[in-house]
């Protein structure tokens, strides 16, 4: 199948116009023009590497509906808790996450600089967008970037069937000899909410194993699991599935770990404090924590031998032996890029649901788009 014909009922929009909307819709809902600029480079870097469920399709109901109620604020006020050393711990205050989570991915890659490897923590944050634009800062600089965060509840624990962890990616980035970086940005749990999103959008039904129900049950109803992922009615399942048969154990065991490292070094919220809701049911901030470890491949054995090595591990991989039917292997990173080379030719796929949602911004805000899908 040609990579266009997964986007039949979509229409491609130029990333300039696209990025250009996104940043005057973040200003037209109150974000200064600085951070709006940040926030939607984040989300255009998402469609350009065709992770279609973390760029212009979360503007709306992510961040511009969550500053609607009020529970997320359009300035970001960032504070130094503590900078020693290799370390920091920063406070997001409950700003755009995306603009706190560059910041501190910056202040890892200068202390990486000087001792090898910085990290930096960061809580009070909020929704940081895709996870792998901050080990790519890292990979610009010759050195590998790591991050993860915690989310609002959605996972449940292997042998349990409520909602307890976030999707909680733990997402690493390497440089290497080649054309493009290794970069394996994914969730703890088998899918994700914004892949759902997307297959909702679709109208299609989820596969088998991505979700169970309080029952103990897997579902596949698209629709109503959205909503029963929000009323703890259903939960998705670790990566490894339903119980410890297929290893669910192992996805359960690294989203703690993440929870965790995003909590603990930066006293931050954790599990059912992220929900959203109070007592009342009323909508409250979701303050996240998130983490950004930078390692500079120089003070140890060298940067081009680091990359030398990366890229001939990577290359092995793709080299060996494929199972009878498929047409080749891929290494992370790499189908990413393989969109991108044809995405920065035609542009980004944006479905009917998402044309109305801009159509709509661009009304409330006055903004001045004439769109070639209308």
């Known amino acids: 199948m040609a990579y266009q014909d997964q986007y039949k009922n979509c229409s491609w929009v130029p990333f300039e116009t696209l990025e250009n909307f996104m940043k005057d819709a973040l200003i037209g809902a109150g974000i200064p023009a600085e951070d709006a600029q940040v926030v939607s480079d984040v989300l255009i870097e998402s469609d350009k590497r065709?992770?279609?469920?973390?760029?212009?399709?979360?503007?709306?109901?992510?961040?511009?509906?969550?500053?609607?109620?009020?529970?997320?604020?359009?300035?970001?006020?960032?504070?130094?808790?503590?900078?020693?050393?290799?370390?920091?711990?920063?406070?997001?205050?409950?700003?755009?996450?995306?603009?706190?989570?560059?910041?501190?991915?910056?202040?890892?890659?200068?202390?990486?600089?000087?001792?090898?490897?910085?990290?930096?923590?960061?809580?009070?944050?909020?929704?940081?967008?895709?996870?792998?634009?901050?080990?790519?800062?890292?990979?610009?600089?010759?050195?590998?970037?790591?991050t993860g965060t915690n989310a609002r509840p959605s996972i449940a624990p292997t042998f349990g069937v409520e909602n307890m962890l976030g999707t909680n990616p733990l997402t690493f980035g390497m440089p290497t000899d080649e054309e493009f970086p290794f970069v394996i940005d994914c969730a703890t749990s088998v899918s994700q909410r914004g892949k759902i999103e997307s297959y909702a959008r679709a109208g299609k039904e989820l596969p088998e194993g991505w979700v169970i129900g309080r029952d103990g049950k897997g579902r596949t109803d698209t629709d109503q699991i959205l909503v029963d992922l929000t009323k703890g009615q259903a939960a998705l399942t670790p990566v490894g599935g339903i119980g410890e048969t297929t290893g669910g154990y192992k996805g359960f065991g690294w989203a703690t770990v993440v929870e965790i490292l995003s909590a603990a070094l930066q006293n931050g919220s954790y599990l059912k404090d992220l929900n959203g809701f109070d007592a009342d049911g009323k909508k409250i901030p979701i303050l996240l924590g998130h983490f950004f470890i930078a390692i500079n491949p120089k003070m140890f054995m060298g940067k081009e031998l680091f990359k030398s090595v990366a890229g001939a591990i990577c290359r092995d991989l793709r080299n060996s032996e494929v199972a009878p039917g498929e047409e080749r292997i891929y290494t992370a990173g790499e189908k990413e890029w393989l969109a991108w080379q044809y995405r920065k030719e035609h542009g980004c796929p944006v479905p009917e649901v998402l044309q109305k949602q801009m159509i709509e911004l661009r009304d409330r805000y006055g903004l001045d788009y004439k769109f070639d899908f209308e």
Do not use: C, Q, W
């Open 50 to 146: 065709g992770i279609d469920s973390h760029g212009i399709g979360r503007l709306k109901p992510i961040y511009i509906d969550r500053i609607d109620a009020g529970i997320m604020n359009t300035e970001t006020k960032i504070d130094v808790l503590k900078d020693e050393k290799g370390v920091a711990v920063l406070d997001g205050n409950n700003g755009m996450g995306h603009v706190v989570s560059k910041k501190a991915m910056e202040m890892a890659i200068e202390k990486a600089k000087e001792f090898g490897i910085g990290m930096v923590a960061v809580r009070n944050s909020t929704h940081y967008g895709i996870a792998g634009y901050y080990p790519l800062m890292a990979i610009k600089e010759g050195m590998v970037g790591i």
